[in-house]
């Protein structure tokens, strides 16, 4: 029986294209330290294992879920060292819910304020003094205006 080790190497399109990335995702991966490098083979070209593939899809399945970049690194170390408890796992989830409910309420102060000006706003063929979320945002000099539309 073939271990995922032992499976034939792949080429980085084929690994991309397999775990739902692009080419550049996986060497940006690869630079970042979350993948190792493959450059190390004999054939001379990016040879990559089934075990990248499943160390590619858990970033993936992670990043689905919130998880940031520095904190994929931090899961890839737990759950590669068998030192790691049940608890410090559970405790890295808490913290992201944690997070993630505060950025629901950001949303939705974000959302409160946007409404508030919408409904101000009497929209139709008016000049944009008739919407005041411009004014809000604050003023824009002209020379700005058309240095940035640059």
């Known amino acids: 029986m ?4 032992t499976l034939s190497p792949m080429r980085i399109g084929t690994l991309a ?3 739902g990335v692009n080419v550049q995702t996986v060497r940006y991966y690869e630079r970042r330290g979350l993948l190792d490098d493959p450059r190390g ?3 001379g070209y990016r040879e990559y294992t089934e075990e990248t593939l499943e160390r590619l899809r858990f970033i993936k399945r992670a990043q689905e879920l919130g998880f940031t970049l520095a904190q994929i690194v931090d899961l890839l170390t737990m759950r590669l060292d068998p030192g790691t408890k049940a608890a410090d796992v559970k405790a890295r989830a808490d913290e992201k819910i944690l997070e993630i409910d505060a ?3 950001d949303l939705k102060r974000i ?3 946007l409404d508030h000006l919408s409904g101000r706003c ?4 008016g000049p944009t003094g008739d919407c005041p979320l411009l004014e809000a945002l604050g ?3 002209p020379r700005e205006a058309v240095a940035e539309g640059a």
């Open 111 to 113: 959302r409160g304020a």
């Open 103 to 105: 950025k629901i309420q």
């Open 2 to 5: 073939k271990t995922l080790a």
């Open 122 to 125: 009497r929209g139709g063929r």
């Open 139 to 141: 003023p824009i000099h």
């Open 17 to 19: 294209r397999r775990a």
């Open 41 to 43: 083979r004999g054939s």
